[in-house]
């Protein structure tokens, strides 16, 4: 296996068509002031790479928690070193409000950034070369953690969680309809012995499933894997966590854009920024409108920009990937004209 694996980038052309527009003027008028870039899901450094080519002023600040593939994406970038900073943090914590790490300097000089970018895929290094059990075609310790310092792994959720829980898990953030068949067959086995690694959790499911599933288009696994990365990590809840944050520390006319690759990912961004687009609180059973509040961003993608057919074909894992973007209203804006 190559240990040069890089991560392809999503949807490259899209991000940079919706997100250029706020880098492009940003900071031209102050020579020491250029525009920035923060790019909340770092992964190998992919589209940092795209933008820093694309605008030879930009500076970028790289979130990632995962230490070792900021090392990756470092080395990938270092032709652009002076600026490019990478951050070893994750991104909810980066843009809560409060922050409280003095060892941070969130975004440079005080300066509120120009663009931020979510990409909440999983890079093809922590499927390929990580050895953290993420794959369910590899024999490897079941861990699945990208912060080495997580104080639960994936094999602890397996063998300690009990069975009704682990069936929730796997059915809540793996939409998994064999759910209870997949948590049982899993308790009966770790009663004889902890199941330990990938393999072993891989050859547990494809046995408990029916056979039409087990041979179906995807292989019985994908969904549970994807359940327990999810709930290890937390995914969903930073995903809650980050993005009213992140629109708030934007300067005004700065945009963000968020890449998900399932449902449960785009439903809670999609609600979000239309629940940021619309401003008011109020029930929706409310005579009038009695909050205050205004909407704080323009949506630019009514609908989940989707990658193109000659994208899917060089890229198949590209397939499923859904972008949507948003710009930052001034504070006396008038009105959101989108849906």
């Known amino acids: 296996m190559k240990s040069d694996v890089l991560h392809y980038s999503v949807l490259p052309r899209e991000v940079l068509e919706y997100l250029g527009p706020a880098l492009e003027n940003a900071g031209n008028d102050q020579k020491d002031n250029p525009p920035l870039l923060i790019d909340g899901t770092l992964g190998e450094g992919g589209h940092s790479e795209i933008f820093l080519k694309e605008f030879p002023r930009l500076h970028v600040i790289g979130l990632d928690r995962d230490r070792e593939i900021i090392n990756r994406a470092e080395k990938r970038l270092e032709p652009y ?10 991104f909810d914590d980066f843009f809560s409000d409060p922050f409280t790490d003095p060892d ?3 975004f440079g000089a005080a300066k509120s ?3 931020i970018l979510f990409d909440f895929g999983i890079s093809t290094y922590h499927y390929e070369l990580s050895g953290r059990g993420f794959s369910f075609s590899k024999d490897e310790p079941l861990d699945m953690r990208l912060d080495h ?5 994936a094999e602890y959720i397996v063998n300690t969680y009990d069975q009704d829980r682990l069936a929730d898990v796997i059915y809540q953030y793996g ?6 068949r997949i948590a049982a067959a899993i308790a009966k086995r770790r009663k004889m012995k902890a199941v330990s690694t990938s393999a072993d959790l891989a050859d547990i499911i494809k046995g408990s499933v029916p056979r039409s599933y ?4 995807i292989h019985p696994a994908t969904r549970t894997f994807q359940a327990l990365r999810i709930e290890v990590n937390g995914e969903l809840d930073r995903i809650d966590r980050v ?5 708030n520390s934007l300067s005004p006319g700065g945009r963000i854009g968020i890449i998900s690759f399932h449902s449960l990912e785009d439903r809670r961004v999609k609600q979000m920024l239309r629940k ?4 008011c609180v109020c029930p929706p059973d409310a005579p009038r409108c009695v909050c205050g509040g205004s909407p704080l961003v323009k949506l630019l993608t009514k609908k989940p920009v989707r990658p193109a057919e000659d994208e899917v074909l060089e890229n198949p894992a590209s397939r499923s990937a859904r972008f949507r973007c948003a710009e930052k209203l001034p504070a006396d804006n008038g009105g959101n004209d989108e849906e």
């Open 243 to 247: 993005l009213e944050n992140a629109v």
């Open 149 to 153: 310092d997580c104080s639960i792994n």
């Open 214 to 217: 087990r041979y179906g288009r």
């Open 276 to 279: 940021l687009a619309v401003g």
């Open 113 to 115: 950034p120009d663009a």
């Open 175 to 180: 939409e998994e309809r064999y759910s209870r």
């Open 104 to 106: 941070i300097d969130r």
């Open 81 to 90: 070193s002076s600026r490019f900073t990478a951050v070893n943090v994750w």
